[in-house]
Structure formats: C-alpha cells, structure tokens
C-alpha cells in the first residue's frame, strides 16, 4: 500500500488546504469570525468533494471465468441465450479482438489487475489453491489500490485464485470489502474445492472462513454485490466480480436444465451454465438501472480466457470457432476472449471494434476514463479510450504471452498479422503438432486466423526476428 502515500488522494489534499487556511485566518480575525469563516470553508470544501465525487463514474468489472470465445449471441453462438451480453453489446462496445493476458486463471487475473505481463507480476501460471501458499506478491499494485488511494471503495466478489495467505488475499491486495473462494473452484452448494483431494471448505468474508452450507453461490454473489453497491452511495465504487462461471463444476439452474435439454453434450452442461451466468449479471444490471446507478457505471465484462477442454468439463462445450486452441494454450482459442464495456452516459453504443487489444489494457483504462494517474512504475497495458470513443487504431501493433515458468514455457508473440508460439501446446486438438510444430509454430492471423499451417519453415528470418524480440521482452523481469 506505499503506492496510496505517492499517489496524491483527493482527501489528504482537501484536508492540507483547509489547515493552510486555518492557519492564515487565524492570525489576522476574531476568533468567533475565524471560526463562521473557518467552518464555511470546512462545509465548502465538504462540499465540493461530495460533488466531485458524485460526478465520478462507478465501475463494475465482470470477469467471466472460462468462457469461450465465441459464447454469446453477439459473437455468433446461436444456440445460446445470452440476453444479458447481447444488450451489453448493444448499449456499449463489443470487441472481437480483445486477447487474455494469459490462458490459465490466475495468471490473466494478475494481468487484468495490475495491467503487467503476468510473467512480469509475478503469476505466469496458476497459484496454489491451498490455505496458507503465497499468490501475487503483495509488492504489486492492483488497480484496487489505485482506486482506493483516489477515494473510490473497492470490492471484490467471487473467485480469488491469487494467493490463499494473509499478504496476498483480496483485504491485503486493495479490497476493502471480500466475499467469496480463494482457490480456483468450488462447488456451487457445498463451497468446497472441486478439484483433487483433500477435500477443503473455501468460502470467505473479509479473511474469515464463513459457512452457508447449500446456498447456491451465483445467487449469493449477486447478494454479495448488491449489498456492496448500496452500502454508501453517496461514494464511487470499484466492484470486482470474478464470476466464477461457467467454469467447472457446471451447475446450471433448473431453468437452463429445462431450457437446453435438448441440446447434445457436453454443450447442453455448458450452456445451462452460460446462461446461469448471463442471468446472474443481468440481475445486477437490473439492480444499478432501478437504482439509477447504470447510466453513471462503467460495465465492463471479459472472461478470463478460452473454454476449457478438461475432464471436468466434459471434455469441451465451449465454441471458439474457427480458431484453434482452448483454456491452457497460448492458440488464439485460448486466449480470444468476449469482451464488452458500456457507460450508456459516455461511451458509444451499439458499436463493435476489431482492433487488437489487451487485458492488460482494462488497468489504464479505467484510470484514463475515471481521470486518475496510473503509478510510476512499468505497464504493459495501455489506455485504450480512444479505441473505444474514437474507434482509433489500437496503441498496440505487438502483445506477448508467457505461459508458465522453468525450461519450456509456453510463449507466444503477436507482432502485426504474424504470431509466433514456442513450446506450442493445442488443447483444442484441432489437428496434429508435429515435433517441429511444438518447437516454434508460425501463422499469419490475416491469411490463416485459423493458425492451421505452420509457415515458420518458408519465413525463417520471421521466426528469428520473433525470437530475438521475446527474447528482450522477457530481460525485464
Ligand atoms: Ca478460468
């Protein structure tokens, strides 16, 4: 939290000014017309921050958790109802080329919150998921904590997966306010970990372990975060909700049991949970518009990365199309993800872009559109207002992924309509990798956004020119 003593806080410097004033006042006038003068100024100044603060945009930022890159209406999946995204789309911006700061959970939830290569932050694969392991440091500043020092309260709601110890759950990382699990999934009624063995309890207020044994945690999230937005209204939230939906284990309402059942798996498990989801969010979207709050909100929702390919999720159900890859792969299936904002009072809407952009990019973002300084310190993201107002070119012709640390980490580079993969992994199984495939993997996006050929062979100087700059890209850290 040094970060809060060097960002200037609006407060602090309110509080300054107004001692600075007291003192001048006070050696010159009576004290009974020092203290009216005194204390007008003190309900001016009270004033004036109120306003200033009412005038900021509130921001909820959704982060969907496995989510396909084609599963919305919006982006072309039919046999889906996804209600909710589709009017996101339609009172904002839809991206059809916005990449995850990586393909496995924790680390693009690094990326998303401090705007670095997650390699960079320190998360270039997934955390522990047992009580007691150390996550993100806590030396990275969230944008929580960029939000917090300028005056804005800051919530999370939902998954966590960045660290299960004191100095590195969500209180420690610029949350003032925590509900939900710190590992990377749980059942839905129980609240226990659903993954491998021993079986544990994961569910969490504020750093206490809290029980509510068979209560259906989609609905408690909305709970959750309804309580949160209602808390203080009169002051700008930050709400982060990392819905940890439609990730494994997929348990879709009876609604969607109904509504699907005649659809194949494992795409019928999926999409009941899909539209779980997108139900859930258009609770809350309901709630901000009865509350008068969605005008003045910056929505923004994006899953994590591609659907997932493990047993756990039937082997698949999630559509990414054409493009190759899945959850755990840097192919654009892992890692092209849906992606909308909407701030009805501010932003265009109805309106698509397919510039290539980042979601290392939310982080400088959020501060551009709320006029807050970013801290001192390298991003890797950039503001892209203008892309989203504007439909300017992206301030992005190059984006890196490391996926994993040791001797062979998945890493891949998009440099202009080329991309490069090393240590090449495909989770899609849409078609076979070669040896040669595995050690460097070249596609040109615009002729084969399929990435179906490998051309690293008949473009050598590419491929090294690719190398070489991943190479200095990853010297930083
Ligand atoms: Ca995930």
Redesign the pocket.
Same mark, same amino acid.
């Given at each position: 939290m040094n970060f809060c003593k060097v960002l200037s806080c609006y407060p602090n410097t309110l509080s300054v000014k107004v001692t600075k004033l007291q003192n001048t006042l006070s050696r010159g006038y009576s004290r009974m017309f020092y203290r009216l003068s005194f204390s007008f100024m003190l309900m001016f100044a009270l004033f004036v921050r109120t306003e200033a603060l009412a005038a900021r945009p509130n921001v909820l930022l959704i982060y969907t958790?496995?989510q396909g890159t084609l599963d919305a209406n919006c982006y072309g999946s039919k046999d889906l109802t996804t209600p909710t995204q589709d009017h996101l789309a339609a009172t904002g911006v839809r991206f059809t080329q916005m990449y995850s700061p990586s393909a496995?959970?924790s680390a693009?939830r690094a990326g998303l919150l401090t705007g670095r290569f997650p390699a960079r932050a320190g998360v270039p694969g997934n955390v522990s998921s047992a009580y007691g392991h150390a996550g993100m440091p806590a030396s990275e500043v969230t944008i929580a904590e960029m939000m917090q020092s300028a005056g804005y309260r800051t919530g999370h709601v939902g998954k966590w997966h960045l660290g299960y110890n004191d100095e590195t759950m969500p209180n420690a990382q610029g949350f003032t306010s925590s509900f939900g699990h710190m590992g990377g999934c749980i059942d839905n009624y129980s609240h226990f970990f659903y993954w491998n063995g021993p079986n544990r309890h994961d569910l969490w207020r504020n750093g206490t372990e809290i029980w509510e044994d068979g209560k259906f945690f989609p609905d408690m999230m909305v709970e959750e975060c309804k309580a949160f937005i209602e808390s203080k209204n009169e002051e700008p939230f930050f709400l982060y909700w990392a819905i940890n939906v439609p !990730?494994y284990p997929m348990q879709g309402t009876g609604k969607w049991r109904e509504h699907y059942k005649d659809l194949e798996a494992p795409r019928r498990m999926y999409a009941e949970f899909v539209s779980t989801m997108d139900e859930k969010v258009g609770e809350i979207l309901d709630f901000l518009e009865d509350n008068k709050l969605r005008e003045n909100t910056i929505v923004i929702l994006q899953s994590? !990365?591609g659907h997932?390919t493990e047993e756990r999720a039937f082997f698949g159900g999630g559509n990414a199309g054409e493009y190759r890859g899945a959850?755990g792969c840097l192919f654009e299936g892992g890692v092209r993800v849906p992606s909308f904002i909407s701030w009805p009072a501010k932003i265009p809407q109805g309106e698509v872009r397919d510039q290539m952009v980042f979601g290392c990019d939310w982080f400088p973002t959020i501060a551009d559109l709320c006029e807050i300084k970013t801290p001192q310190h390298h991003l890797d993201g950039e503001s892209i207002r203008s892309v989203i107002i504007e439909d300017a070119v992206s301030p992005h012709d190059e984006i890196f992924w490391q996926l994993g640390s040791g001797n062979k980490p998945q890493l891949a580079i998009r440099s202009g309509d080329w991309k490069l993969l090393i240590n090449a992994q495909d989770r899609s199984s849409k078609g076979e990798l070669s040896a040669a495939d595995r050690v460097s993997f070249l596609s040109n996006m615009k002729e084969d956004p399929s990435e179906s050929k490998n051309v690293a062979e008949a473009h050598p100087e590419i491929v090294s020119k690719l190398i070489k700059r991943i190479e200095e890209i990853r010297q930083g850290w």
């Open positions: 958790d496995d496995i959970c693009s !990730h994590d !990365h997932s959850k």
